[in-house]
């Protein structure tokens, strides 16, 4: 009981430890004059850190990553809960956020910006486009299995299509919504970076367009690596949240 329960955060010590290793290794071999070691790009993160560089460019990133996750992930999931529960609107909707899904965005970008310039409205467009199809579809999938005899039966004690859709279709539907939502935040974080090295270097994507100009590749990597743990911190504070409101009965390997 006590190794199950420290199974999981072992094994991401783990595998953070060989990651780590493998990517010191790589860097002192090394692969590329371009790639630092895991202790020189450390190393440049607290340097960056120290002088508050870090910290004003994840002030500028920051704003169109979370307006847009934000606004993916409740319009979204409204959105994917209508598409999951109406046939016609699934026809109708659907194919729009498919496209979204495999659209080039590096493509469609220029167009953002003629269309609403070099501003947080871009940036905002870019990440909505990265994150919300993921959201859509896999929420409108999770509603759409959710089982007949689950919603017979909360209509046969006279529930509400209300109470229908909130107590049996979106519970049921949560792992799957969850999953979505991890999956689409994730893409939020690169579209959120895809602007700001396609439209204005600001921000997380300005030290990475200028560390790369003058070969300061610790500091590169740095600002890539911190962009990735701060991707993680997410989707854990995401993971407890799913905890939080449906419990772990959602969380069973099929090992289990």
């Known amino acids: 009981m006590v190794l199950a329960r420290f199974r999981s955060p072992l094994l991401n010590v783990l595998s953070a430890l060989i990651f780590f290793g493998a990517w010191e290794i790589a860097g002192r071999i090394p692969i590329s004059f371009a790639f630092p070691t895991f202790l020189e790009s450390m190393q440049a993160l607290w340097e960056l850190a120290v002088d508050g560089s870090l910290y004003k460019a994840y002030a500028e990133t920051l704003r169109p990553l979370v307006l847009g996750v934000l606004i993916s992930a409740l319009l979204g999931m409204a959105i994917g809960v209508w598409v999951g529960l109406s046939e016609k609107f699934d026809w109708l909707i659907s194919p729009i956020f498919v496209v979204m899904q495999t659209a080039p965005l590096a493509a469609l970008i220029p167009l953002l910006v003629m269309a609403y310039g070099i501003g947080l409205t871009s940036k905002v467009f870019v990440v909505c486009i990265m994150a919300m199809p993921v959201i859509v579809l896999n929420t409108a999938g999770g509603v759409r299995n959710t089982p007949a005899s689950m919603i017979e039966m909360g209509q046969s004690f006279l529930a509400s299509r209300f109470e229908v859709i909130y107590k049996i279709v979106l519970p049921a539907a949560s792992p799957i919504i969850f999953a979505g939502l991890r999956l689409g935040i994730s893409a939020g974080f690169i579209g959120a970076i895809l602007a700001e090295l396609k439209i204005t270097p600001t921000g997380v994507g300005d ?50």
């Open 207 to 256: 030290i990475i367009t200028y560390s790369r100009s003058t070969a300061d590749y610790p500091s590169m990597y740095a600002a890539i690596f911190s962009i990735i743990v701060l991707a993680v911190i997410f989707l854990n504070l995401l993971e407890k949240l799913e905890v939080l409101l449906f419990g772990r009965a959602n969380q069973k390997y099929a090992s289990d």
